[in-house]
């Protein structure tokens, strides 16, 4: 018998609210332990909104979230201080503190959560910028001297510096050039895959879902549409999943049943 694999993400019955506008009603969703987990949806649909929840950056006003098994609206502050250290974050544009360089910003959470001699500080941050693909003479550049690319390169190496077991991306190829962004996706798919991550990824990108996800779920009108392949989704009778998967681009990247 299977054993079936351990939820890492646990969201039950969210809602969130900003004024009279409701984003999230009531809604459940399940990430699954060493996953590639993509979420997709229309604009203004709350993507950002419900990963800012999930990492503890935006209180719901009703529901429970659970990651790796912390209940994180009750969680202790020593609970919350350990389960934090668990995940990296990389948010749109890399969002690096523009007064340090790419390796101190990398040290940043080191700092704040290892007491390490500074010697160790270099070789850690060196060695998690190498996993990220950057070159050795961007330590000491700072953010305004590096590409889009390079700064979510950077970003990545950031949230890779405390070994976490979860991987959170928000629109990590928005602004990418075609190349950029497949360079991107491979690195996305290359780290989850040698470092056993599981990857929660807020996206609109056809080609990384194709190329990166494993699951995908659709927010739409406060609440879960669809979880699946592209394959499942691509069926869905609904007329924004149409316009997204029916397009030339949706038909040439996604191809039912393959």
């Known amino acids: ?3 079936e694999t351990p939820v890492v993400i646990s969201l039950r019955g969210i809602v969130n609210r900003f004024g009279n506008q409701t984003v999230h009603n009531g809604l459940d969703l399940e990430v699954r332990q060493g996953e590639i987990f993509g979420l997709i949806g229309g604009s203004g649909s709350g993507k950002s909104v419900l990963l800012r929840t999930i990492v503890g950056l935006h209180k719901p006003q009703a529901g429970g979230v659970r990651v790796l098994g912390v209940d994180l609206i009750r969680a202790s502050h020593e609970e919350w201080e350990k389960v934090r250290r668990q995940w990296g974050v990389l948010f749109q544009d890399g969002a690096l503190f ?27 941050a060196a060695m998690k910028i190498a996993m990220s693909g950057l070159s050795p003479d961007s330590l000491d550049k700072y953010p305004a001297a590096l590409s889009g690319g390079m700064r979510k390169r950077a970003g990545i190496a950031r949230a890779l510096a405390l070994d976490p077991a979860l991987l959170f991306l928000d629109e990590p ?32 990108d056809l080609d990384t879902l194709v190329t990166v996800c494993d699951r995908v779920a659709v927010l739409m009108d406060g609440d879960i549409l669809a979880v699946g392949g592209l394959d499942e989704l691509s069926r869905v ?10 397009g030339p681009r949706g038909r040439a990247l996604v191809k039912p049943g393959g």
Do not use: C
Not at 177 to 190: K, R
Not at 194 to 200: A, D, K, Q
Not at 237 to 246: I, P, S
């Open 1 to 3: 018998m299977m054993r």
């Open 98 to 124: 523009s007064s340090l360089t790419v390796k101190e910003n990398v040290q940043a959470p080191l700092r704040r959560f290892a007491d390490l001699p500074s010697a160790d500080l270099d070789r850690l």
């Open 173 to 204: 190829t928005a602004g990418l050039d075609p190349m950029g962004a497949a360079a991107l996706d491979s690195l996305i798919l290359t780290l989850s895959r040698s470092l056993g991550l599981t990857v929660f990824l807020v996206t609109h």
């Open 237 to 246: 009778d609904n007329e924004w999943m149409r316009a997204y998967f029916g």
